[in-house]
């Protein structure tokens, strides 16, 4: 209880009652969660660019056929 209090003079009560509420809601009331929850705003996450591949499409091969393999897991193997 006294981690989550802290938390207020970081996020404020609001953020830190919506955090604990959503906590909650989720079925955890560890500290850390709540932390998370309340800091979870400022995460910023990276958009990656979307890239042609235009030449690099010469690479693409079809995905192998694994169901010729499973053959050879029924056979015995020589010493």
Request: charged letters at 20%.
């Amino acid at each position: 209880m006294i981690q989550v209090l802290s938390l207020i003079k970081q996020y404020g009560h609001e953020r830190v009652r919506t955090a604990v509420e959503e906590a909650i809601t989720l079925g955890c009331s560890d500290a850390a969660a709540i932390r998370h929850l309340a800091g979870a705003a400022d995460l910023v996450h990276a958009r990656s660019a979307m890239i042609e591949l235009g030449a690099l499409s010469r690479f693409e091969r079809p995905l192998p056929v694994m169901t010729d393999y499973d053959g050879l897991l029924g056979q015995e193997v020589a010493p």
